[in-house]
Nanobody
Framework: QVQLVESGGGLVQAGGSRRLSCAASGRTFSDYAMGWFRQAPGKEREFVAVISRAGASTYYAPSVKGRFTISRDNTKNTVYLQMNNLKPEDTAVYYC????????????????????WGQGTQVTVSS
């Protein structure tokens, strides 16, 4: 498994922006499709975005499409989530996750498909 550490969470006003980072170590980062999930209080964890091993393919949840952008830098072993036009309903703990993927185009979207998880970072959007 790859070890994942998120950072960049915090308090932001509605309409603002925030960039989350997830640093990976321990395995070959470019072998992993990387995703972001989030979990709000009292709610189930939900998929946010995913990016394929080399970054050629991405997929977003409808609730964030057009506002969030996932990217990765395989030279820095890091995946990012740029969040723009944040809304109070985006408030959640955000987790990054990795899937050791045999396919360069794989974009898994279910939590059960991911092998490794970070500890999460809190994002709070005030109205």
């Amino acid at each position: 498994q790859v070890q994942l550490v998120e950072s960049g969470g915090g308090l932001v006003q509605a309409g603002g922006s925030r960039r989350l980072s997830c640093a990976a170590s321990g395995r070959t980062f470019s072998d992993y499709a990387m995703g972001w999930f989030r979990q709000a209080p009292g709610k189930e964890r939900e998929f946010v975005a995913v990016i394929s091993r080399a970054g050629a393919s991405t997929y977003y949840a409808p609730s964030v499409k057009g506002r969030f952008t996932i990217s990765r830098d395989n030279t820095k072993n890091t995946v990012y989530l740029q969040m723009n036009n944040l809304k109070p309903e985006d408030t959640a703990v955000y987790y990054c996750a990795g899937q050791l993927s045999p396919s360069s185009s794989s974009t898994p979207r279910q939590g059960k498909d991911f092998d490794s998880w970070g500890q999460g970072t809190q994002v709070t959007v005030s109205s």
